[in-house]
C-alpha cells in the first residue's frame, strides 16, 4: 500500500484521516516494532501503518497515535504488545507454497527413513506451512511415524487460527487426494470448509515465539528449519543474529529452508548452500 503523495515524502496525507499521523510518530512505530520484533520498517509502509494501527486505535478507545505510543513505551499497556506486533506482522501464505521446498523434503525423508524426525517452522502464520510439512512426512513415512513439528509464530491471532486447522475448501495447493486423506470436509453450517484431520494435527506443537528472543529454549535439535519470507523484514545485523541461533538449535548438517529471495551466503561459517534456497547447517 503506497501512501498519499505529500510535499514531505516522510510524510502521510492526513487530510482526510480519522487520526493524525505525522512523521515523528512514524519514527516512533518503526523504532518500536524493531526493538520488540526485529522488523525493519521501510519509509514506503507509512500508509500500511497508519491503516493497520488506527483500527486498533478505535478499539482500544485512544484519540491519537501520540498518546497510544507514549503509553505503549512507557509500560502502562503492557498487555498492548502483542497486539501491536499483530497489527504490524504480514502473513502471506498458501499450502505447498514454493512446492519445490517439499519435493527436496520428499527425497530427504525417504533417503533418511523412519528414524524419528523433528522440524520447526519458525513463522507458522496461520497454519498451511506446518500442514503442508506434517502432509509430506505422512505421505512418505506414514500417519503414525515418529514425526515432530514445532510450529511458531510471533503473531498470536494467526497462531489461534492455524491451532483450529480450518480452511475453505477451495484453498489454493491442496489436491484432491490431499484433500480426502488429510482433511474432514464440513457439513451442515460448515459446508465449504474442511478441517485437519486429528491424526495429522497431533504431529504438531503450536506454540509462540519470537525470533528477537534472548532465550532459545526449544527442546531437541532439529533435523529440519523452515524459515521462509521471515528475513527480508529485518536488517543485516538482526539475520545475521536469527541465523545464529537457528545455527545453535539445529543438528550438524541440518538442513535449513528459506525464501526465494533471501540469500545467506555471507553466512558461510554457519550454513552451506545446497540447492534452491536450501542451506545445510555447518
Not at 506486533?85 to 521446498?101: A, I, Q
Not at 474442511?194 to 497431533?202: D, G, H, M, S
Not at 532465550?215 to 533435523?223: I, K
Request: hydrophobic fraction near 40%; charged fraction near 25%.
Amino acid at each position: 500500500m503506497n501512501a498519499s503523495v505529500s510535499p514531505n515524502p516522510t510524510a502521510v496525507d492526513i487530510s482526510d484521516r480519522e487520526f493524525a499521523f505525522q512523521p515523528k510518530d512514524f519514527a516512533k512505530v518503526r523504532a518500536l516494532i524493531y526493538a520488540r520484533a526485529g522488523i525493519n520498517l521501510h519509509e514506503g509502509k507509512q500508509a500500511m501503518v497508519y491503516s493497520r494501527l488506527s483500527r486498533r486505535l478505535r478499539e482500544t478507545g485512544h484519540t491519537s497515535f501520540e498518546v497510544y505510543l507514549r503509553e505503549l513505551e512507557n509500560g502502562s499497556q503492557p498487555q498492548e504488545w502483542q497486539e501491536f506486533v499483530n497489527c504490524l506482522t504480514t502473513n502471506l501464505t498458501s499450502f505447498f507454497r514454493e512446492e519445490h521446498h517439499f519435493h527436496a523434503l520428499t527425497d530427504w525423508l525417504k533417503e533418511r527413513g523412519n528414524q524419528g524426525v523433528r522440524i520447526w517452522c519458525s513463522a507458522a502464520s496461520t497454519g498451511e506451512e506446518p500442514y503442508s510439512l506434517a502432509m509430506t512426512c505422512a505421505e512418505v513415512l506414514g500417519l503414525h511415524a515418529s514425526i515432530k513439528i514445532l510450529a511458531t509464530d510471533i503473531d498470536t491471532n494467526v497462531l489461534a487460527t492455524a491451532s483450529r486447522g480450518v480452511y475453505e475448501a477451495s484453498s489454493r495447493g491442496l489436491s484432491a487426494a490431499r484433500l480426502r486423506n488429510f482433511f474432514l470436509k464440513g457439513k451442515g453450517a460448515n459446508e465449504g470448509s474442511i478441517r485437519v484431520k486429528p491424526e495429522l494435527a497431533r504431529m504438531i506443537e503450536f506454540r509462540p515465539f519470537n525470533l528477537m528472543s534472548t532465550s532459545w529454549q526449544l527442546g531437541e535439535p532439529f533435523d529440519i528449519v523452515f524459515c521462509r519470507n521471515v528475513m527480508i523484514y529485518f536488517d543485516a545485523p538482526t539475520q545475521r543474529k536469527v541465523l545464529e541461533g537457528i545455527h545453535a538449535v539445529m543438528k550438524p548438517k541440518g538442513k535449513l529452508f528459506v525464501g526465494h529471495s533471501e540469500n545467506f551466503t555471507e553466512s558461510r561459517d554457519l550454513f552451506t548452500l545446497r540447492g534452491k534456497t536450501i542451506y545445510d547447517r555447518v
